[in-house]
T-cell receptor, first 119, second 110 residues
């Protein structure tokens, strides 16, 4: 499967615990995005990486959230001291400029998401 | 600030009937508009983008800058079109992140 993959697909945790999610983008894609989607809403942008550099963060990304993309490959999103309001689907997407394996300019390809439930 | 509004959360049509999913946006510059679709138990996937001006699976969407709209249309709906549809905007800048509407659940009845 050459698409974006995310792990785990589901995570149930107790309030106050830390969780970490992983995203593996399409291999030639240098851009990686994290979004959060709550019930009844569309995805909301959290943060963006170009290669290993985190270039933009949404104000939705509180201090409890941290994301990394070492070596510009896979990315991790960590949430510390989880709260019930963190319960959501966390989506990862990757893209590349036109010309990389035929992908369209900035078209974002989404992973299946990680569903987080905080009890 | 950029914003995307999809006024209909639910839309039902009969097979063979025309369908229009509404999308309005707010953005001060020149946006790039997309329609994404999510079929049951599948990931979000791009359906079409306004720059391409193409028809995918019989769907078309025209960007109307005067009305700030990007409505999705199909002349004859099929049962396999039943899905959640999201309109999204990319407002430029280096990140090109997407701002999504809240989505419209389309059900095509037999």
């Amino acid at each position: 499967d050459t698409g974006v993959s995310q792990d785990p697909r589901h995570k149930i945790t107790k309030r106050g615990q830390n969780v970490t999610f992983r995203c593996d983008p399409i291999s030639e894609h240098n851009r990686l995005y994290w979004y959060r989607q709550t019930l009844g809403q569309g995805p909301e942008f959290l943060t963006y990486f170009q290669n290993e550099a985190q270039l933009e963060k949404s104000r939705l990304l509180s201090d409890r959230f941290s994301a990394e993309r070492p070596k510009g490959s896979f990315s991790t999103l960590e949430i510390q001291r989880t709260e019930q309001g963190d319960s959501a689907m966390y989506l990862c997407a990757s893209s590349a400029k036109r010309g990389a394996s035929g992908s369209r300019s900035y078209e974002q390809y989404f992973g299946p998401g990680t569903r987080l439930t905080v009890t | 600030a950029q914003r995307v509004t999809q006024p209909e959360k639910l839309l039902s049509v009969f097979k063979g009937a025309p369908v229009e999913l509404k999308c309005n946006y707010s953005y001060s510059g020149s946006p790039e508009l997309f329609w994404y679709v999510q079929y049951s138990r599948q990931r979000l996937q791009l359906l079409l983008r306004h720059i391409s001006r193409e028809s995918i699976k019989g769907f078309t969407a025209d960007l109307n800058k005067g009305e700030t709209s990007f409505h999705l249309k199909k002349p004859f709906a099929q049962e396999e079109d039943s899905a959640m549809y999201y309109c999204a905007l990319s407002g430029g800048g280096s990140a090109r992140q997407l701002t999504f509407g809240s989505g419209t659940q389309l059900t095509v009845l037999p």
